[in-house]
């Protein structure tokens, strides 16, 4: 990686960090980076995940439509918010499954 690239993955990798959206693995996997130039000469980190995903176990059960999910509501009363954006960075993974 040219001298450029090292600096800005090191910048966006402590900016990521620094803000708890990613923190440092023990998985035995890595992926591959590289950057491309944005319209305003930035520089937009890229990540192939396509291998990554070869080894990674698929989920056993398919997601559920939304009609049966608002069936399933019925008469409830009280309901709670999930914040999308933030909330997948929130879901804590048992240690030792972190691979």
């Known amino acids: 990686m040219a001298l450029p690239e090292l600096e800005e993955l090191r910048r966006q990798l402590k900016e990521l960090l620094d803000a708890r959206h990613i923190w440092p693995s023990k ?9 491309q130039r944005k319209h305003d ?15 990674t176990i698929k989920n056993k059960y398919p997601i559920p439509l939304i009609v049966d999910l608002f069936d399933r509501l019925g008469k409830a009363k009280h309901f709670s918010k999930l914040n999308l954006r933030s909330g997948y960075h929130q879901i804590h993974i048992t240690e030792g499954d972190e691979p």
């Open 27 to 35: 998985a035995p996997y890595g992926v591959p980076a590289l950057f």
């Open 41 to 55: 000469r930035s520089l937009r980190l890229c990540i192939n995940y396509r291998d990554l995903n070869e080894v």
